[in-house]
């Protein structure tokens, strides 16, 4: 029901970027090419953002002219030192360089993620197959079993197969539930969910993580646990477990972001970076101190994260 030409422009970036999705690196996830509802409630999410300076294109100029403008100062600054010319010359053919290439460093991941949308339409084929003969329920049932047993299947093993899936199904979902994931585990066993903070240090009414994209951010709080179901507004706090590149249309609407792991080099740090919101990682169970609707500062200098209203 769109007008054609938002359609045309959809479907030429799902004909691009449609093998991507939430957790691709996990053949039995849904690639955004068939289930493009997340990138629908984005481009909802932009198309509610009033100020142009916050639009997407506007973000993007805003941080390359920045960034242009530090080499730039860069560059005089070492002009005016001791051999000044020659490290002037370097800095700046170097800075460049880097900008214009450091893009590349998705193009393995992007390769492979490809490649894996291959695998995927094969073996939902297959699955379509063994459907119709009646030996599994659906065909992303075949992501419930292992190589060695799709072999055996594909063999004619007369095993109960629907049992076998159904209980695997049954110990995913349960895993499912996990609201957190350990930061840190060690060798004996022990885990460790809190930040590089103790919650000692924490003042009343403050949360304490690890700062990794400068900056200050006040907004409502948006919990958001899968980038399926979200439906950010311009400007809230988003405070989740963890990101993957699914999660990026997401940050162009954020004011901030709080994770609940992750640390400088992650994917949530580096694209908060980028695009020049506040963000502190590392918040142990944040998705469970903070609750959608909630007024806060995020400091993501300090790692301070205050309640401005509950």
Same mark, same amino acid.
């Given at each position: ?32 090419? +068939? ?18 300076a916050l639009a997407p294109d506007g973000v993007f100029e805003r ?8 080499? +730039? ?36 991941k992007f390769s492979i993620i490809r490649l894996f949308a291959f ?53 995913? +979902? ?45 907004? #409502? ?66 998705? #469970?101190?903070?609750h959608t609707g909630q007024l806060i500062r995020v400091d993501g ?7 401005? +209203?509950?």
């Amino acid at each position: 029901r769109l007008p054609s030409t938002a359609q045309k422009a959809i479907n030429r970036f799902l004909e691009r970027y449609g093998v991507r999705g939430l957790g691709e690196i996990d053949l039995g996830r849904q690639r955004w090419e +068939e289930n493009p509802t997340p990138l629908m409630q984005a481009l909802q999410s932009y198309l509610q953002i009033d100020d142009p300076a916050l639009a997407p294109d506007g973000v993007f100029e805003r941080g390359r002219d920045a960034a242009e403008a530090e080499i +730039e100062r860069l560059v005089q600054a070492l002009g005016k030192s001791r051999g000044g010319w020659l490290k002037a010359r370097l800095a700046g053919w170097a800075a460049r360089r880097m900008r214009l290439l450091t893009g590349l460093r998705e193009t393995p991941k992007f390769s492979i993620i490809r490649l894996f949308a291959f695998l995927r339409r094969a073996l939902l084929r297959q699955g379509e197959v063994w459907t119709a003969a009646g030996l599994i329920d659906q065909p992303e049932d075949v992501f419930y079993l292992k190589l060695a047993e799709l072999d055996a299947l594909a063999a004619g093993d007369a095993r109960d197969w629907k049992i076998l899936i159904h209980s695997r199904k049954q110990a995913h +979902e349960r895993e499912s539930l996990r609201r957190q994931i350990p930061r840190l585990l060690l060798s004996d066993g022990r885990a460790f969910y809190s930040g590089v903070s103790q919650v000692g240090d924490q003042a009343e009414g403050q949360i304490i993580g690890s700062p990794v994209s400068p900056g200050i951010a006040e907004g #409502s709080v948006r919990i958001v646990l899968d980038p399926h179901q979200a439906q950010l507004q311009p400007g809230e706090i988003l405070v989740c477990p963890g990101t993957d590149p699914s999660w990026t249309p997401l940050f162009l609407a954020a004011g901030g972001l709080v994770m609940e792991v992750g640390g400088m080099m992650t994917h949530g740090a580096v694209v908060a970076r980028e695009y020049g919101i506040p963000a502190v990682v590392g918040v142990h169970q944040a998705t #469970s101190q903070l609750h959608t609707g909630q007024l806060i500062r995020v400091d993501g200098s300090s790692g301070q994260i205050t309640i401005l +209203e509950d």
